[in-house]
């Protein structure tokens, strides 16, 4: 069976994890084995891929046999009759190959638009992946500092004890164990939501979500390189071109309407005749000639069509150029987003660094009475800020890449 593949251009991401972690690689085959909008696209665009074929034959032989029988009370009586004609279209005036190009550029577009299609689900994943593993990292820490809170409330009830601490010591941090616990319930409450919209985009729940890839697959080096590509490979600026190409077909179409066509044409008939008592007849016909019909007055129809397909032409035209630059547009925003989490994710890296050394060394410094009680809840909670900061801005991290991805006609779903 095919599997799925998040590529760009076609490569797809290699993820080191943990046996029973899902990989993002597993949320995409998921996701394209069996999301329904996806599958309802293609569908389309197969019933879609069969348009030239029926524009191809109106340029084709075609025969059709018919028969009849019935009764005349006051003339032959009983008969019955059957015919079989054939027709061979010559010179169409250009109908049919315009309806082919046009059945074509058509198909061409709804290519681009399923790969589109493939582009937002793919999106959608990388998007859900990223928020579930957000939140899955939070209700982590979260955990995590209610270990470290109630390995600190033990201590300084110790201390109290003892009469190196206060009763104040021990309430403030009974106080910020309370909120750690709290601060879980929210954590997994938001968790169980991101899980459902998890479960709805890749089809399953997802259970523990393995880290991250550095990158998705190459980007572009530059602005101008992100922009370039993304007017060469953008799927909806691809579909508007594609687009446009059908509605010239179609002026051309129009204008063929006018145009005279000649088709070769034979027939043969066969009837059976009974008038009365043993009497009988059998009339037979055949016939063979070529047929030229030549529109001398449409009363402005054509003329109207033409000017029709023309407008037409220029609204697609138009609609393509928007689309170009719309292509630029989120390519610019997601060049401007990437290059800000990056910024963040370096950023909070070491803020992360720099707030579990402060709270080590608090730590360490309040056993021997040179830190407070506050102190110590200080540099906690500036090392959970730090730590879901920095979760959030590898989430960033993965959401900016699809989108620029995405934006140059990169983020792509192919098959083995």
Request: no cysteine; net charge negative.
């Amino acid at each position: 069976m095919n599997k799925a593949l998040l590529s760009a251009g076609a490569v797809m991401l290699s993820l080191s994890a943990p046996a029973a972690a899902e990989t993002l690689r597993d949320a995409v085959e998921a996701a394209y084995a069996g999301n329904p909008t996806l599958a309802a696209a293609r569908a389309r665009q197969d019933a879609l891929a069969e348009t030239p074929e029926q524009a191809r034959a109106a340029g084709r032989l075609t025969a059709a046999a018919d028969g009849a029988a019935g009764y005349d009370k006051f003339d032959y009586g009983k008969g019955a009759g059957g015919t079989v004609t054939a027709s061979l279209p010559i010179w169409t005036g250009g109908r049919v190959s315009s309806s082919v190009r046009a059945a074509e550029g058509d198909v061409a577009a709804g290519r681009e638009g399923l790969r589109d299609a493939e582009s937002a689900l793919l999106t959608q994943v990388v998007g859900s992946y990223a928020e579930l593993l957000y939140d899955q990292q939070a209700v982590g820490i979260a955990k995590a500092d209610i270990v470290l809170l109630d390995h600190q409330v033990a201590e300084a009830q110790a201390r109290f004890r003892l009469g190196k601490a206060t009763r104040t010591d021990v309430a403030q941090l009974e106080a910020q164990r309370a909120s750690a616990g709290a601060t879980l319930a929210s954590a997994q409450a938001t968790l169980e939501t991101s899980t459902a919209g998890y479960r709805a985009v890749v089809g399953h729940d997802p259970g523990e979500l393995a880290p991250p890839p550095p990158s998705l697959g190459p980007l572009p080096v530059t602005l101008d390189q992100a922009r370039t590509e993304a007017l060469a490979a953008n799927p909806l600026y691809q579909q508007g071109l594609r687009a446009a190409d059908a509605a010239d077909a179609r002026v051309d179409e129009a204008r063929a309407n006018g145009a005279p066509t000649v088709s070769l044409g034979a027939g043969y008939g066969y009837d059976v005749r009974f008038a009365g008592v043993g009497d009988r007849d059998f009339p037979r016909a055949a016939n063979a000639g070529v047929s030229l019909h030549v529109p001398i007055l449409t009363g402005g129809l054509v003329a109207s069509q033409v000017r029709q397909a023309n407008a037409e032409h220029r609204a697609a035209l138009f609609d393509a150029a928007a689309a170009g630059r719309e292509a630029t547009r989120s390519t610019d925003a997601a060049w401007a987003a990437l290059d800000g989490a990056q910024a963040q994710m370096t950023a909070n890296q070491a803020g992360v660094d720099a707030a579990d050394l402060a709270l080590r060394g608090v730590r360490a410094e309040y056993g021997f009475d040179l830190r407070t009680t506050l102190d110590i809840l200080v540099a906690d909670e500036s090392l959970r800020t730090a730590q879901l900061a920095l979760a959030r801005s590898r989430s960033d991290m993965m959401i900016a890449q699809a989108a620029l991805l995405r934006a140059t006609g990169h983020l792509e779903i192919v098959t083995d």
